[in-house]
Structures are given as structure tokens and as C-alpha cells.
């Protein structure tokens, strides 16, 4: 079963406009992690913004913040003021507290900024 | 800042033949982590070791695969004798210990088996 769900498909977003890339995930795990990655077309994969499970207060880090809605099961990155150099694919990815380390990621978001 | 180093960037191998990736975590991780990804797919999980020993592996993870930290910072990935369908981009990854910290990751080895 797919632990991490990310259906957008490819998006075209205006330079310095804000874009919501969503995310959903399934666990039964009271205790996990929610990650968002950036991998630009050269191909590294670069941490933007983590969640833990019992955070009372969504993350925010600088330009990015992560919208969690823990009933629904989802943990949408927010980027405002959109950067040409933020166009990228984007991974959620989920750690559950299972005693296991291993981030399980979802298919991506395409997200192209335009000037 | 610190950070993961892999190599080699690029490696072309013929089918059959064994390739050993290289990893440096940061210094002060605990976990160390090896992901692949075919190319356009999403980021698969091979492989975890803690205390120098696998403490995961996933079922992508066969009898091919092996890891090793021959040393107190090398982190390698060997696959014994490669497939076609082992091509993909080889992720290395560490981080500290428990839960809520982040995985950062190399700049990945792009493997093209041939």
C-alpha cells in the first residue's frame, strides 16, 4: 500500500506567487516524521522541512512552511514567493516510529516557475 | 557545513560485472542509508546500518547487494554482478540519531549498466 500519495500533476506556478504541493500519507503509527525534499534537474536530493507527529505548530523554514492536518492525513508544502530557482521536483516522504530509519517517498511534485 | 560525499558521480558498467559505491556520511551520524532511483521514479529505500550492522533492508535489498564500512567514515554500496535494471541513481544518506532528525543526502552516483 502506497504509504505516501502525491497526485499533482505537473505545475506551472508565476515568479513570486505562492504554490501548495500536496501530500497525504497512511500510517497507523501514532509517532512519525513528515519530510519534504527538493531535487532540482541536477539530480541531489535537498531537505527543505520536517514535521513530527506531535508538533502542536506547523513548520515553517524561511520561504517554506508545511501545512498538517493530522485528522486528514496531510502535510502540504507551502512556498511563497515563488524563485526561478525553485523550480524542482518535490518529495514528501514519511518516517514512522516504528523503530525503523527509513524515509518512504511519494512519486513527486513537478513544479516549473515562470517569469 | 557538512555535508555527504559520494563517488564516483557517473559510472558505466558492463552487465555481470560488480560496482562498488562510495559514500562519506557526515561525521557525527549515526545512520547511514542507501536509496536508488530509476530514472522518473520515486526514491526507493535499499538500505539502513547502525551500529556497524544492517539494521533494515528492503526486498529491493537481494543476495546482489552488500554494504560495508570498512573504515570509520567510508560507507559503500557493492553490487555484485549488475543488471540492466540496476541502472538508476544511487542515493547515500545519514543522519543523527533518533526520529526526528533529517536524512541528508549525497549528490547521488548515476549507474548505467550496459
Known amino acids: 500500500a502506497q504509504k505516501i500519495t502525491q497526485t499533482q500533476p505537473g505545475m506551472f506556478v508565476q515568479e513570486k506567487e505562492a504554490v501548495t504541493l500536496d501530500c497525504t500519507y497512511d500510517?497507523?503509527?501514532?509517532?512519525?516524521?513528515l519530510f519534504w525534499y527538493k531535487q532540482p534537474s541536477s539530480g541531489e536530493m535537498i531537505f527543505l522541512i520536517y514535521?513530527?507527529?506531535?508538533?502542536?505548530q506547523n513548520a515553517t523554514e524561511g520561504r517554506y512552511s508545511l501545512n498538517f492536518q493530522k485528522a486528514r492525513k496531510s502535510a502540504n508544502l507551502v512556498i511563497s514567493a515563488s524563485q526561478l530557482g525553485d523550480s524542482a521536483m518535490y518529495f514528501c516522504?514519511?518516517?514512522?516510529?516504528?523503530?525503523?530509519?527509513?524515509?518512504?517517498f511519494g512519486k513527486g511534485n513537478q513544479v516549473v516557475v515562470i517569469p | 557545513e557538512p555535508e555527504v560525499t559520494q563517488t564516483p558521480s557517473h559510472q558505466v558498467t558492463q552487465m555481470g560485472q560488480e560496482v562498488i559505491l562510495r559514500c562519506v556520511p557526515i561525521?557525527?551520524?549515526?545512520?547511514f542509508y542507501w536509496y536508488r532511483q530509476i530514472l522518473g521514479q520515486k526514491v526507493e529505500f535499499l538500505v539502513s546500518?547502525?551500529?556497524?550492522?544492517?539494521?533494515?533492508k528492503s526486498e529491493i535489498f537481494d543476495d546482489q547487494f552488500s554494504v560495508e564500512r570498512p573504515d570509520g567514515s567510508n560507507f559503500t554500496l557493492k553490487i555484485r554482478s549488475t543488471k540492466l535494471e540496476d541502472s538508476a541513481m544511487y542515493f547515500c544518506?545519514?543522519?543523527?540519531?533518533?526520529?526526528?532528525?533529517?536524512?541528508?543526502f549525497g549528490q547521488g552516483t548515476r549507474l548505467t549498466v550496459v
Open positions: 546500518f547502525y551500529n556497524n550492522e544492517i539494521s533494515e
Open positions: 500510517t497507523s503509527d501514532p509517532s512519525y516524521g
Open positions: 544518506a545519514s543522519s543523527g540519531p533518533g526520529q526526528n532528525t533529517e536524512a541528508f
Open positions: 516522504a514519511m518516517r514512522e516510529g516504528n523503530g525503523n530509519n527509513r524515509l518512504a
Open positions: 561525521s557525527n551520524h549515526l545512520y
Open positions: 514535521q513530527g507527529s506531535y508538533d502542536q
